[in-house]
């Protein structure tokens, strides 16, 4: 409810002038802010909208604004502590204490539709965290799809996840680094990923080619980010190589580029990662991975999670 600005001006106040003329001052801000956020941001929200407001330790300025937004009608909440406790437990959950059910990755090649795959999971009876839709990126170079949350942000999502897991039945996450676009993984759920079984899903070249020219159609469909994007990758392949994919991106043939990034770039990182790992692999052949086959996918996945978690 108060700027960084406003806040220090009113400390300022407290602690030289007097407590009360602080509190004064504080309350004609809360209540200006108020305003432009009932007429602004806030304008639109329904008489059901349940909001929870808090500020940095959960006192006077998130007293007085739930106060004016229950008298509204909405039904709202503080938090106890403010954003001060509510950062701690997040701290806690996500460096301190060990991913608590028995956690399953997700492998595959590029373009095996492990994400598609991993959110299906849930109605075969498997628990999931989606940690690239916790990041907004798919995880490389072609991953953006937006503005990514904070590395604070993104903890608090993750911890509220992993809260919410129950700790008798696997959970299971997809392969990643350590990093998702500019989200890193906090050590615990890494360390967790990096011990822990593998089910792999193991399409044939020319399905996952097709795959990818229809999931990033996004990125196809605006021909100056595709082209930007294939740019990134001149530090790590030859030039002749990139301009062979400019060629292919500018004619639209997305599905031998594809190809071709796979052969040249991705497979052969996913093939030397895998080569350091000494973790139980179980495979999934898929030779179909259209919208209609993912489904059928999904259910042997499950039953492999399941066959690795003992359950």
């Not at 004016?68 to 997040?90: A, D, F, N, P, S």
């Not at 002749?240 to 031998?256: H, K, N, R, S």
């Not at 692999?281 to 898929?286: F, G, I, N, S």
Request: aromatic share 6%.
């Amino acid at each position: 409810m108060l700027s960084d600005e406003e806040r220090a001006r009113v400390g300022t106040i407290y602690k030289q002038v007097s407590p009360f003329t602080a509190r004064k001052l504080g309350a004609a801000l809360v209540a200006r802010n108020a305003a432009a956020h009932l007429e602004g941001a806030l304008a639109d929200k329904p008489g059901g909208w349940r909001p929870l407001v808090y500020c940095w330790r959960g006192g006077q300025r998130s007293g007085s604004f739930a106060l004016i937004l229950g008298q509204i009608g909405w039904r709202v909440e503080t938090l106890v502590g403010g954003y001060k406790t509510w950062r701690g437990l997040v701290v806690r959950e996500v460096y301190d204490t060990p991913v608590r059910p028995k956690v399953v990755v997700l492998d595959g090649n590029t373009g095996s539709a492990k994400t598609d795959i991993l959110n299906l999971l849930p109605g075969f009876g498997v628990q999931v965290i989606d940690l690239e839709g916790l990041a907004r990126h798919r995880g490389s170079l072609f991953g953006n799809i937006g503005p990514q949350p904070s590395q604070k942000a993104f903890e608090g999502a993750l911890a509220l996840a992993l809260a919410g897991l129950d700790p008798a039945r696997p959970v299971v996450v997809e392969a990643e680094s350590s990093k998702i676009g500019n989200c890193r993984l906090p050590p615990e759920i890494w360390k967790a990923m990096v011990a822990a079984p593998r089910v792999a899903i193991a399409a044939p070249h020319a399905v996952r080619a097709e795959y990818l020219a229809r999931a990033y159609g996004n990125l196809t469909a605006d021909a100056g980010r595709l082209a930007a994007t294939v740019d990134l990758m001149r530090p790590m392949q030859p030039v002749e190589v990139i301009e062979g994919w400019q060629t292919l991106a500018g004619a639209g043939d997305y599905v031998t580029l594809a190809d071709s990034l796979m052969e040249r770039h991705y497979d052969p990182r996913y093939t030397k990662h895998r080569a350091r790992m000494a973790v139980p692999m179980v495979e999934v052949t898929a030779d179909d991975l259209s919208p209609a086959a993912l489904p059928g996918v999904a259910a042997r996945v499950a039953e492999a999670v399941r066959g690795l978690a003992g359950v």
